[in-house]
């Protein structure tokens, strides 16, 4: 392979009897090592699938890298044999040939085949690239200017090597994005390579070199992806001046860039001229590093360095008026919503592999489902029920089977059952009723049901018939024998034992489920939307980080709403999250006041 220019490869399903599978089929370079090689690197990055219901777009450009000084440039097509067996054609080379700016620039080249050649590929010169490209112009990247700035004040308050996954972005604006970030940071975020995808269907931790900066439709609900994650459809934060700066510097061509931050191999955060000496990850920030940093935190590790370097603050009362209810709340939650799942999701990849790719063999499949009845962590049961919904939720139904009934004493058929029995035997048994998690346990019926369980047990002693069948007129003063025989106890069916019913939810409840990036400071809170306003339910639990929310609402109250009335979600500031009056208000928050409400739809 040449340093001078680039080679040409083309993947496609071959027919051939020998291979018959999604393959490399052309390529402009002799040798079967070369070949071998860049299959390997390429295998994992050249399949163009859609998401759930959603399709794949008919193209996707990616720019990757590779150890040894190596990138590639695909573009990937939706012509092909069929979905995840289409058509690539890539360039590949060396790194100083196939730069970011080679990448975004060739977008637009009209020798990208859709179709595989019928001739020999040949190799392309750096020359002849570099006359191909074709950059954005400044004017179009004006467009982009909001979703630029959006993306880099996410980039700016995560670690500066942090991986940037981009959902909800529109087409035709993806690769104006891509090119504005790398135009605004790449003075200030040296380390980074700049690879990408305009389209991807997983970013998960684990894809070899999958790029840094990847664009899907959505967040898929599985698997685990240590990534900055923004999200283009919800309400943007407040950007960081930092980020304006850079990205008004490359649209009116003031070159005044701030200092670059260091590179991941320094020891010390270099300060940002003509600002204040502390300065991390390029941000200014008032308050001390360590609370920052736990602020930040959305993994194990994170937290645990943040805490650690908590524990290490000189001025704790500092450290305490910085670190007052709100933030507590906001690390507390980052702790019980963030790790947890993190820690249970890298417990179920220990037993099913990668991808939970184990669970496609029937056997594990079956161990599984005993798994998900048996174990007590219901968040763990869920994150094997997302992976194989149709397999598995019978799984889920049977976790809380309701208790066969006590052995009881069944009354001498002459003796009439006293009022008092006749109630208890009706009175349902108590239950602890788990819903999303939490455990609401029914108190005052504890009690009620205590006090007849008395009464019941006075009315059996006090009816009990004599066990001697010839006596003819019981004293009221004797005492009956205990029975000589073993009393009958009423047994299941054969159909019951074998399929337990399973418990059923509480009939008041509902849930509704969304799709949401909650930003630091609100919480995502359910409504009921009827003519009159919205009637407030309670706050949404994380289901599915970092941005699949389950809702809970009643069903129906009278003379407020009914099952009709639409379940809706709103972003509540947390401060004012005490103000609103659970589970029901008296009257219903103007519609006025929340007027971007988030659908919700049936779990």
């Known amino acids: 392979m040449t340093e001078e220019g680039a080679h040409q490869v083309y993947f496609g399903f071959s027919l051939d009897s020998n291979s018959n599978k999604h393959t490399m089929i052309a390529r402009s370079f002799e040798g079967t090592n070369a070949a071998d090689s860049w299959e390997e690197n390429l295998r994992d990055h050249v399949r163009l699938m859609g998401m759930g219901h959603l399709t794949a777009p008919k193209s996707a450009l990616s720019y990757l890298r590779f150890d040894g000084g190596l990138a590639a440039i695909l573009r990937r097509f939706s012509t092909g044999y069929s979905e995840g ?23 637009d080249w009209p020798k990208w085949s859709t179709q595989a050649p019928s001739t020999r590929l040949r190799p392309i010169t750096a020359g002849q690239l570099n006359s191909a490209v074709r950059l954005p112009s400044p004017d179009l990247l004006q467009h982009a200017r909001n979703e630029i700035l959006t ?20 087409e035709n604006s993806k690769l104006l994005l891509q090119w504005g970030l790398y135009l605004a940071a790449r003075e200030l975020m040296p380390e980074r390579l700049w690879s990408f995808s305009t389209y991807e269907h997983r970013h998960v931790d ?29 309400p943007a934060p407040h950007p960081h001046q930092t980020a304006v700066d850079c990205v008004d510097a490359i649209l009116d061509d003031r070159r005044r860039r701030p200092t670059p931050r260091p590179s991941a191999q320094g020891h010390e955060n270099q300060p940002v001229k003509a600002r204040e000496p502390r300065v991390n990850q390029g941000l200014r920030t008032e308050r001390l590093d360590s609370v920052e940093a736990l602020l930040r935190a959305r993994t194990a590790t ?6 650690d370097a ?33 820690l249970l999701a890298k417990l179920c990849q220990a037993r099913y592999g990668p991808d939970l790719a184990d669970l496609a063999h029937p056997d594990v499949l079956t161990e599984a489902a005993k798994l998900i009845e048996q174990c007590q962590s219901e968040q763990l049961g869920r994150l094997l029920v997302r992976s194989r919904p149709s397999e598995l939720a019978w799984a889920m139904a049977n976790r809380w089977p309701t208790p066969a009934p006590a052995p009881r004493v069944e009354p001498a058929p002459q003796a009439a059952p006293t009022p008092v029995a006749q109630v208890a035997q009706v009175v349902p048994a108590v239950r602890v009723v788990r819903w999303n998690g ?9 009690a009620v049901l205590a006090v007849l369980s008395v009464v019941f047990l006075l009315g059996v002693l006090v009816g009990r018939p004599e066990a001697a069948s010839g006596a003819s007129s019981p004293t009221a003063t004797s005492t009956p024998p205990p029975p000589t025989t073993t009393p009958t106890t009423p047994t299941q069916s054969a159909t019951q034992q074998a399929n337990p019913r399973p418990e059923t939810p509480d009939p008041k409840t509902a849930n509704g489920i969304a799709t949401a990036v909650v930003p630091q400071g609100f919480v995502l809170f359910g409504f009921v939307r009827t003519e009159r306003g919205y009637y407030p339910q309670a706050a949404c639990d994380l289901d599915s980080p970092p941005n699949g929310w389950v809702c809970t609402r009643e069903i129906q109250v009278e003379g407020k709403y009914s099952a009709e009335d639409k379940f809706v979600g709103h972003l509540v500031p947390l401060e004012e999250v005490n103000t609103l009056v659970i589970p029901n208000a008296p009257d219903p928050l103007p519609l006025a006041k929340l007027p971007k409400p988030i659908p919700l739809a049936k779990a």
Request: glycine residues 4%; charged residues 20%; proline residues 9%.
């Open 85 to 107: 067996r289409n058509n690539v054609h890539a360039l590949v080379g060396n790194e100083r040939v196939l730069t970011p700016t080679v990448a975004v620039g060739l977008a």
């Open 151 to 170: 993306v880099l004040t996410a980039m700016l308050a995560e670690p500066a090597d942090r991986p940037v996954s981009v959902l909800g972005c529109p």
């Open 206 to 234: 684990g894809i070899p070199n999958l790029p840094e900066v990847v664009f899907l439709p959505m967040n898929p609900s599985s698997g685990i992806a240590t990534r900055t994650i923004v999200d283009l459809t919800a």
């Open 302 to 307: 994170e937290l645990s360095n943040a805490l």
């Open 310 to 342: 908590a524990a290490r603050e000189p001025d704790r009362e500092r450290l305490r008026r910085e670190l007052g209810p709100t933030e507590v709340d906001q690390v507390s939650a980052s702790v019980e919503i963030y790790v947890r799942h993190e």
């Open 438 to 446: 939490w455990v609401r346990r029914l108190a005052p019926t504890v």
